[in-house]
């Protein structure tokens, strides 16, 4: 964890950021990044992880609804590179969201924002988790490629996808636990989904670093800039953001 002065910066720099990024969300009536996506609703079958962690959500099995959005992070046009999301809402009460960002292949690189065309690649949680067991870090490994990250090419080549969960503990290896199954594009292709990957972290896990700091207000920010109450405010959904 960051001390009390870090913590007090990157407090201070997440709320700078929050300023440009509420106008965007105005300007854009919606998302400030990742503004158009396509939703798969989807199933999760966790398997669990090969050794016991202390964590339930990572050691259980069991079967779930999702809804997965896949989308192209500054909403340029397809022959640029950018940065690609794959997030992940798993049905309950509360909700579990995950927020991925496309990252590197290996060991260590899957932790860093990587820029891609290819909708078929590594995606990394890049925000660490806390737990009992120590720091954990999620990633998602569609199989195949050639996926492109357009709109139009999500809702012709990413149905039937299937994408592998892993988790790394500490600096230990990546290990799957899960895999997603994606169905047909929902109709509409991209409706209203809000994700917050710090107020709605799986079970066991709880969103920490610099990077769960930092967003916080960006995410206070964008949903207030389009009139959505917070979860903890009077009438706020408690849907993410």
């Known amino acids: 964890m960051a001390g009390p002065l870090p913590a007090l910066l990157i407090d201070a720099a997440g709320r700078v950021v929050a300023r440009p990024l509420a106008v965007l969300a105005r300007a854009r009536g919606g998302k400030p ?17 090969r050794r016991t962690t202390g964590i339930a959500w990572l050691d259980g099995s069991g079967t ?13 046009p397809r022959r640029f590179p950018d940065l690609l999301g794959f997030a992940v809402r798993v049905a309950g009460d509360p909700p579990v969201d995950l927020l991925l960002s496309s990252a590197g ?3 260590w690189s899957r932790r860093v924002p990587v820029l891609r065309r290819d909708a078929a690649c590594p995606y990394g949680s890049i925000m660490a988790y806390r737990s009992p067991a120590g720091p954990v870090w999620l990633t998602a490994s569609p199989e195949g490629a050639g996926v492109p990250s357009d709109r139009a090419g999500l809702v012709a080549a990413a149905p039937g996808l299937q994408v592998t969960l892993c988790a790394a503990i500490g600096d230990g290896p990546w290990e799957p636990f899960a895999r997603i199954t994606l169905g047909t594009p929902t109709d509409p292709p991209d409706p209203p989904v809000h994700f917050d990957a710090v107020l709605h972290p799986p079970p066991g896990l709880r969103a920490d670093g610099p990077l769960a700091r930092f967003r916080r207000p960006a995410y206070a920010a964008a949903r207030r800039a389009l009139g959505e109450p917070m979860a903890d405010e009077p009438g706020g959904r408690d849907d993410g953001g």
């Open 64 to 76: 779930d609804d999702v809804v997965v959005r896949m989308s192209r992070g500054a909403g340029l």
């Open 105 to 107: 292949s290996g060991r």
């Open 33 to 49: 990044m990742h503004p158009t996506g396509v939703a798969f609703p989807g199933r999760l079958e966790r398997s669990g992880l």
